[in-house]
């Protein structure tokens, strides 16, 4: 009797532990590799997002490594063409999208976006003495635009320009050496981005009246609600304390 209570007993602790592993095993993370969080950008955006030597950095990459941080895990950059950033997304290839990334609605029918984080400036950039002055001459005319595929320049100029005056390029720097040797007759792109553009290439300039004015923040997947609380809350926690405006100041100097 003893021995057959015995076995019982040992059967019994067994299932249990062996339940225990597969609820263990079965529980899932909330990223899609443990212990890591896998962000997917277009590393030639700066000062959001480019390179250094090998490595990436920015804004949104600083961001993310701070938020990273304050989940417990480590932040993994992936650089791939920006229009296939909400795919990647959306198929759960990657849990963060951030590319100076502006939250709109037909974003939003393919991916949640986090708290904001930072304002963006859209911005025409022409040669200098261009005939195109402002937003009205360029639209009033046959002007060729040059864009970012995927980005919302190239999105709001498709829908006020129409396909044909649009000409897309995977890179907002392919899209501005166009301008440059006369292949577009404008950029539309972010205002920053643009600043760097124009000081690195001789002959441009930025209008002066923005083109739009955007939110930006991150794209996560519809379905990972959890990473979504958690991100929000680490993004409280940084503005909060004032962390992501120190690192917002450290790119674009409130006095430069």
Known sequence: MKKILKRVLVATMALSMGLASASCSSKKSITVE???LSMATNAYFPPYEYYEGNKIIGIDAEIAEAVAK???LELVIWDVEFDSIIAGVSSNKYDIGMAGMTVTEDRKKAVNFSKTYATGIQSII???GS???DID???AGTY????QQGTTGDIYMTDDLGEDRVVRYSKGNDAVLALSTDKVDAVVIDNEPAKSFVAANDGLKILETPYAVEDYAMCLNKNNTELLEKIDKALEELTADGTI???IEKYIPSNG
């Open 126 to 128: 022409v040669k200098e």
């Open 70 to 72: 304050k989940l417990g």
């Open 137 to 139: 001459v360029l639209s």
């Open 34 to 36: 443990k212990g890591k």
């Open 245 to 247: 405006k120190a690192i």
């Open 144 to 147: 060729k635009v040059g864009v």
């Open 131 to 133: 005939e195109i002055t």
